[in-house]
């Protein structure tokens, strides 16, 4: 018999038709969307009077346009306003369901989705979002498309897409004091590259992996993009159950343990051949922080960035102007170097646990006077549980603030932009010119690193201030 990884298992088993030589006509179990990639989609749908065919296998959020501060009210940019708009019009016209601003589930479509339950093992998900691999982590075949191909799924169900390779990354061992999994991708990213996964799709394994809670999971799947990659997935296992049990979605009663026993099904058999493999030590791994312009240009906390030694003249050229935007010299320490802002946030780095590592950590102490302190939660319900369970007033008393839900300094779409020429260290998935704003600089980073900066007022081995 066939030995097939956990990706195969999925793929095969979506493929309405392989096209020889070609792609494969691909069914797609849910589909999300958001205000910025489905108005085009669905007015082409209008002018060809062509309707969607599943709109049940659809659910939609307003997330990357929208304001963080005073939701209740009317947006005051106009096309954010209009996308918006368009979103409610086009999911009252054609029966799919909304989560808009101000309703209990609102959110970043990568947070509410498995946060309701409608992620779930052995699915295929996609969003006309490259974040979509958040959803991998539950083991699914996750991944992000364009306007076009939202359309062709709204229409179909389906979509053309050629098979990639695949690869396997085994992290195992355990982590250290102020080690999480964003530290985990950020190094595995600045091991491979920002380019080393393209063409293929990432199973992640090891112990490491398997001892991390489901969202830290989804902060590993989330910047399997950020390596060039399709997509990364880990296989469902009772972590995955025990996160899913209950959820508002997932199957109740008889029908629970039925689904349960074929989610155990649902793993890379013993022998099964990857086309690339890669293997680490967990305790290699520390703090990590990015120094450059890709998520590749990423190094402990407590080394200093890269000297030239050794590049080649076009590498070099390219290395040098991205240490140019940032500011940064080759060969300087990273620790120390002054901060102004930090973002708590995005479908990486927004969840519950996420806000609860910050708190934890900044709980009596200060954030520094030159930081200005951003924290996002990913959802309505995270937002909700922050205040629950009193870590807004930890993070109040520490001067932190705690705004509404929203893809916010992620992206420069909405009005939480970081002002050029000023320093950010993010939990976000990427450091691009002018991604958080026109001429901003953004270093990626876990929320303990982040809030260790917060407190700092610079660049902080979280390690170092944890018992001070």
């Keep these: 018999m066939e030995k097939k990884t956990l990706f195969d298992k999925i793929w095969d088993a979506h493929v309405v038709k392989s096209i020889p030589n070609g792609p494969d006509v691909f069914f797609i179990d849910k589909h999300f969307i958001h205000e910025v990639t489905s108005p085009v989609a669905f007015l082409n749908l209008e002018q060809r009077g062509v ?19 005073d939701q209740d009210k009317t947006i005051k940019d106009k096309l954010s306003r209009m996308q918006v708009d368009k979103l409610r019009d086009n999911c009252k016209k054609y029966g799919i369901e909304l989560h808009d601003l101000g309703t209990d589930h609102h959110g970043i479509v990568h947070v509410i989705g498995p946060e309701l339950g409608v992620t779930q093992p052995g699915m295929t998900i996609v969003c006309g979002d490259s974040h979509t691999s958040t959803h991998g982590a539950f083991g699914t075949i996750a991944f992000g498309i364009g306007t076009s191909e939202v359309e062709m799924v709204l229409a179909t169900q389906c979509i053309m897409q050629s098979k990639p390779k695949k690869m396997r990354i085994t992290v195992d061992g355990d982590l250290g004091k102020g080690v999480t999994s964003k530290d985990i991708i950020l190094y595995i990213i600045s091991k491979i590259s920002a380019s080393g996964g393209t063409g293929y799709f990432i199973e ?7 001892n991390l809670s489901m969202e830290a999971r989804m902060t590993i799947c989330n910047m399997s993009i950020e390596m060039g990659a399709r997509g990364g997935l880990i296989a469902p296992d009772n972590t995955t159950f025990n996160y899913l049990e209950g959820k508002q979605y997932v199957p109740k009663g008889e029908d629970w343990d039925k689904a349960v026993a074929n989610w155990k099904t649902l793993k890379t ?25 890709n998520p590749g240009m990423g190094i402990k906390v407590k080394d200093s960035i890269p000297t030239t030694e050794g590049m080649d003249g076009s590498t070099k050229k390219t290395y040098l102007k991205s240490l140019d935007y940032m500011g940064f010299n080759p ?33 009596g102490k200060k954030k520094a006077d030159n930081i200005t302190a951003w924290i996002v939660p990913g959802s309505r319900e995270v ?28 992206l420069a ?37 982040v809030a260790a900066v917060a407190i700092a007022g610079e660049i902080a081995d979280p390690r170092e201030i944890f018992d001070n």
């Design 269 to 293: 058999d013993e022998g099964a051949v990857f086309d690339l493999e890669y293997h680490y030590d967990a305790s290699d791994i520390e703090p990590m922080i990015t120094y450059g312009t």
């Design 383 to 410: 937002e909700k549980k922050a205040i629950e369970e009193g870590l807004v007033a930890i993070l109040e008393e520490a001067g932190f603030k705690l705004r509404q839900p929203g893809c916010s300094a992620c």
């Design 51 to 69: 309707p969607v065919l599943y709109p049940e296998r659809t659910i939609a959020t307003p997330d990357h346009n929208v304001p963080t501060v």
């Design 331 to 363: 060969g300087d320490p990273i620790k120390g170097k002054k901060v102004d802002y930090v973002f708590v946030g995005s479908c990486t780095n927004g969840r519950i646990e996420d806000i609860r590592s910050v708190a934890q950590f900044v709980k």
């Design 413 to 449: 779409m909405n009005d939480d932009k970081i002002p050029s020429g000023k320093y950010a260290v993010s939990t976000s998935n990427r450091n691009f010119e002018g991604r958080q704003g026109p001429g901003a600089r953004t270093l990626l980073a876990s929320p303990l690193t």
């Design 204 to 210: 992640y394994a090891g112990s490491a992996i398997r």
